[in-house]
């Protein structure tokens, strides 16, 4: 089940699936999401117990294409077993019948709705679909009404069944009314529910749409998190499989596969892509041990992963009259501890650690995290200015970018 944030980017954090247990607590199958908390942190109450049988698919080895059709048109809901050519759900009780409405949105919040779950789930072997498959073998999540349609508290925003990864013919519903059909928070709730249909628990990291904290946006992680909801715990799935960790991403391409075949190059998000020009990526990759402050990184240089990125975004030419911003985008399947941005002019260089940066009249820069992305505002000047960056994880790994060069203007 999902719960709501408040805040202008708020996005669903839901509860767990049914038939699991932590520690010794039954957790709710149905996810519950809580509608104007504050910014971060805030965790809805588990919704109640979904009854029968865990849901479970065929005993084959390897991933599995999905279909996953989002059904804005409305449906009489029964309930029994899964079942989404016929219309059955097994959150509703045995002998519960439910007309769900359609999605009362714009016809365009609908289509971005669309596209955005799209453009999340594009790298893995996930096929969505708005019209109903005629073949079985799909999952179909509802997506309109409101929670007391089914019997949920209001700040229910999502429910649905956690598969065990093979099986496919799973319903969720979205309450997007609940959500005030809002792009963002509908989106990411359905990306919530999917994941669940398709055997991820949830995470303890606000950058995945798996997690109840927020941040920001949220992709599906390669990085290795801790599941939980207000705090870590083990990770744990239907057919007894458990963990420490869950890389969300990897989870699904393992249940899946990737969309041709392998993991995409990672690249600048869109959003800061449409802002800013990427002036230089990774370069290489290094194993060092030597301090952030130096110009150069002994070390002997290992191969980069498809997972590992770090993208350099500014303007390359503008007013130097005040301060420059750049942009330090990282994509890793590690943690990420710190960025630093190197700025050269004809009379220095100088290192600014966005960690480490506080502003006073000697240090002329401030640097804000958010996620993985690092915005450094630098004092300007005239002249060229050679950009480059270095992220680093916990184990003395360093993303290397290139170098760019931008011109400052009067």
């Given at each position: 089940?999902?719960?709501?944030?408040?805040?202008?980017?708020?996005?669903?954090?839901?509860?767990?699936?049914?038939?699991?247990?932590?520690?010794?607590?039954?957790?709710?199958?149905?996810?519950?999401?809580?509608?104007?908390?504050?910014?971060?942190?805030?965790?809805?109450?588990?919704?109640?117990?979904?009854?029968?049988?865990?849901?479970?698919?065929?005993?084959?080895?390897?991933?599995?294409?999905?279909?996953?059709?989002?059904?804005?048109?409305?449906?009489?809901?029964?309930?029994?077993?899964?079942?989404?050519?016929?219309?059955?759900?097994?959150?509703?009780?045995?002998?519960?019948?439910?007309?769900?409405?359609?999605?009362?949105?714009?016809?365009?919040?609908?289509?971005?709705?669309?596209?955005?779950?799209?453009?999340?789930?594009?790298?893995?072997?996930?096929?969505?679909?708005?019209?109903?498959?005629?073949?079985?073998?799909?999952?179909?999540?509802?997506?309109?009404?409101?929670?007391?349609?089914?019997?949920?508290?209001?700040?229910?925003?999502?429910?649905?069944?956690?598969?065990?990864?093979?099986?496919?013919?799973?319903?969720?519903?979205?309450?997007?009314?609940?959500?005030?059909?809002?792009?963002?928070?509908?989106?990411?709730?359905?990306?919530?529910?999917?994941?669940?249909?398709?055997?991820?628990?949830h995470v303890y990291g606000c950058e995945d749409p798996m997690s109840y904290?927020?941040?920001?946006?949220?992709?599906?992680?390669?990085?290795?998190?801790?599941?939980?909801?207000?705090?870590?715990?083990?990770?744990?799935?239907?057919?007894?499989?458990?963990?420490?960790?869950?890389?969300?991403?990897?989870?699904?391409?393992?249940?899946?596969?990737?969309?041709?075949?392998?993991?995409?190059?990672?690249?600048?998000?869109?959003?800061?892509?449409?802002?800013?020009?990427?002036?230089?990526?990774?370069?290489?990759?290094?194993?060092?041990?030597?301090?952030?402050?130096?110009?150069?990184?002994?070390?002997?240089?290992?191969?980069?992963?498809?997972?590992?990125?770090?993208?350099?975004?500014?303007?390359?030419?503008?007013?130097?009259?005040?301060?420059?911003?750049?942009?330090?985008?990282?994509?890793?399947?590690?943690?990420?501890?710190?960025?630093?941005?190197?700025?050269?002019?004809?009379?220095?260089?100088?290192?600014?650690?966005?960690?480490?940066?506080?502003?006073?009249?000697?240090?002329?820069?401030?640097?804000?995290?958010?996620?993985?992305?690092?915005?450094?505002?630098?004092?300007?000047?005239?002249?060229?200015?050679?950009?480059?960056?270095?992220a680093y994880d916990l184990r003395e790994l360093w993303l290397v970018s290139?170098?760019?060069?931008?011109?400052?203007?009067?």
């Open positions: 089940m999902g719960k709501l944030q408040g805040g202008r980017r708020a996005t669903c954090a839901l509860t767990i699936a049914a038939g699991l247990v932590v520690g010794a607590v039954q957790v709710a199958a149905a996810e519950a999401d809580r509608h104007g908390g504050a910014a971060r942190g805030l965790v809805a109450p588990r919704g109640p117990a979904v009854r029968g049988p865990a849901v479970r698919g065929p005993a084959v080895r390897g991933p599995r294409p999905a279909v996953i059709f989002l059904n804005g048109a409305g449906a009489t809901l029964r309930g029994g077993l899964n079942d989404p050519v016929h219309d059955r759900a097994i959150v509703l009780g045995e002998d519960q019948r439910v007309e769900v409405p359609a999605f009362s949105g714009a016809p365009e919040a609908w289509a971005r709705i669309v596209a955005c779950v799209r453009e999340e789930l594009a790298p893995f072997a996930i096929d969505v679909v708005t019209e109903r498959p005629r073949a079985r073998g799909y999952a179909m999540v509802m997506i309109g009404g409101v929670p007391s349609l089914v019997q949920q508290a209001e700040q229910v925003a999502g429910v649905t069944r956690q598969g065990d990864g093979r099986a496919r013919e799973i319903v969720a519903l979205v309450f997007s009314e609940a959500l005030k059909n809002d792009v963002t928070d509908v989106c990411n709730t359905v990306l919530h529910e999917t994941g669940h249909i398709l055997g991820l628990d904290l927020s941040c920001g946006e949220k992709h599906f992680q390669m990085e290795a998190l801790p599941c939980g909801e207000e705090e870590p715990r083990s990770c744990s799935y239907v057919g007894g499989r458990a963990g420490d960790t869950q890389s969300s991403a990897l989870l699904l391409a393992e249940h899946v596969g990737w969309r041709g075949g392998a993991p995409p190059r990672p690249r600048p998000s869109p959003e800061l892509s449409r802002r800013l020009p990427v002036l230089a990526t990774l370069e290489r990759v290094v194993e060092a041990s030597s301090s952030l402050l130096e110009q150069e990184l002994p070390g002997a240089q290992v191969a980069p992963t498809d997972a590992m990125a770090i993208s350099v975004l500014a303007q390359p030419r503008q007013r130097g009259h005040g301060f420059v911003e750049i942009v330090v985008e990282v994509t890793s399947d590690r943690y990420i501890s710190d960025a630093a941005l190197r700025w050269v002019s004809a009379e220095q260089v100088l290192v600014f650690s966005c960690g480490h940066l506080e502003a006073t009249p000697e240090i002329s820069a401030s640097c804000h995290r958010q996620g993985r992305v690092f915005t450094f505002r630098v004092r300007g000047g005239y002249g060229a200015r050679e950009l480059s960056a270095v290139g170098r760019a060069t931008i011109e400052l203007t009067p």
